[in-house]
């Protein structure tokens, strides 16, 4: 009687089994591709510092200084399907020391700048550094500078190479950038309307950086 009990459940749970291991769910699997999107912009941050700045009273003969510089600036190029040549803009800032000249309130002079211009950036690389790819890149910008108070025109070229990894543009910037000369009025004081006219002369800089590729 055991035996007959025990052979029934045993054909119970072979029927049981078979039935789970050969059942299926029916699962639907929905696929979608995202298209492509070309970049619209490339980032790039600069830092600047060293070069050659000379800055001169104009009412004083022979008192033309070198004086040391330091600047910074944020930039976005574009990055057009197919050209070497880009729309770029720039926002930038540049401090010069002139503590030498015992100006009064005056130790740094402050330069703001917003540019737009273009620059050349091969789509292939120019040559390999250690099979690096290395880009030489230059760049011609003008636009509207704030020198403290004064507000003037100015231009900013600049010229080097980018080193990048083998499939991605993104690497850093190694340029030497120049400006040309400001005239900067600059008042002591609102009270008596004394101007002190001082000559930024032309100035070359270095320029160090890292571009953002997509």
Known sequence: MKQKYFILVLCFFIIFCGTSVFSYDKIEIEITEVPYVEPYAFLGVTFETGG?????LRDVPDSSLSCSQTGFSLWMMSARHNQDFQFQTHLGYKGIDVSKFDLPN?????????FIGGRFFPRYPTF????????LTFSALGGLCWVGDNMAFSMLFSAGFVISSKDNPTGMTFEIGYRPGLLYTYQPDYVSETEIQIDIEPSWIFRIGF???P
């Open 52 to 56: 050659s700045q000379s800055v001169g």
């Open 106 to 114: 005056l130790e740094t002079i402050s330069n703001m700048e917003i």
């Open 128 to 135: 390999a550094l250690s099979k690096l790819p290395v880009r």
């Open 211 to 213: 571009l953002f590729g």
